[in-house]
């Protein structure tokens, strides 16, 4: 059974840093694309940053580009999103997501953690 | 960048009616197109990849259709329990962007 659970969510004031992380189970972890996507409290969901199975590729969305950075430890089975200089608006619920095909750089998401809540707020 | 709509924002429908949302690419993506579903508090499911592509497991009531730039999700007899916001999603190449979202509810 596929698994990813998320932690390090907290409540943060404005410009501070936070690291999240995924941990996953029940696949080949290494085989499969990750990606992280957040909910603003009432709103839709916001692709945030992703990357492939072995890093060589990776990509944010503009609202966060040089402020956050996605990377992952084959070795762990883990997938980490380093937040930094963070903004009211950057809270949300945050998903680690699990891509759909193997060795992919296009692949829709077939799995969703439960997300951390992230609050950003002084 | 490319821009996902989607309508309507909201519907109602009875028990058993067929439903209907609409996804709009704002340049082609070919079929790198999927659906979500996600109930209230929970986290998204998928429910069709490749455009039209069910997911194991999920009820044959879903359908989906569609190319390039205009895609549609069918859902044949709704149940109750398909009370949700549904999203759907490109993902040709980044940014992964998602639709605004579909609410749906039971009239």
């Known amino acids: 059974e596929v698994q990813l659970v998320e932690s390090g969510g907290d409540l943060v004031q404005p410009g501070r840093s936070l690291r999240l992380s995924c941990a996953a189970s029940g696949f080949t972890f290494d085989d499969y694309g990750m990606h992280w996507v957040r909910q603003a409290p009432g709103k839709g969901l916001e692709w945030v940053s992703g990357?492939?199975?072995?890093?060589?590729?990776?990509d944010y969305a503009d609202s966060v580009k040089g402020r956050f950075t996605i990377s992952r430890d084959n070795a762990k089975n883990a997938l980490y999103l380093q937040m930094n200089s963070l903004r009211p608006e950057d809270t949300a619920l945050y998903y680690c997501a699990k891509e759909g095909h193997p060795w992919s750089s296009n692949s829709w998401i077939d799995y969703w953690g439960q997300g951390i809540l992230v609050t950003v707020s002084s | 960048d490319i821009q996902m709509t989607q309508s309507p924002s909201s519907l109602s429908a009875s028990v058993g009616d067929r439903v209907t949302i609409t996804c709009r690419a704002s340049q082609g993506i070919s079929n790198y197109l999927a659906w979500y579903q996600q109930k209230p508090g929970k986290a998204p499911k998928l429910l069709i990849y490749?455009?039209?592509t069910l997911r194991s497991g999920v009820p044959s009531r879903f359908s989906g259709s569609g190319s390039k730039t205009d895609f549609t999700l069918t859902i044949n007899s709704l149940q109750p329990e398909d009370v949700a916001t549904y999203y759907c999603q490109k993902y040709n190449g980044a940014p992964f962007t998602f639709g605004p979202g579909t609410k749906v509810d039971i009239k």
């Open positions: 490749v455009a039209s």
């Open positions: 990357l492939s199975w072995n890093s060589g590729r990776i």
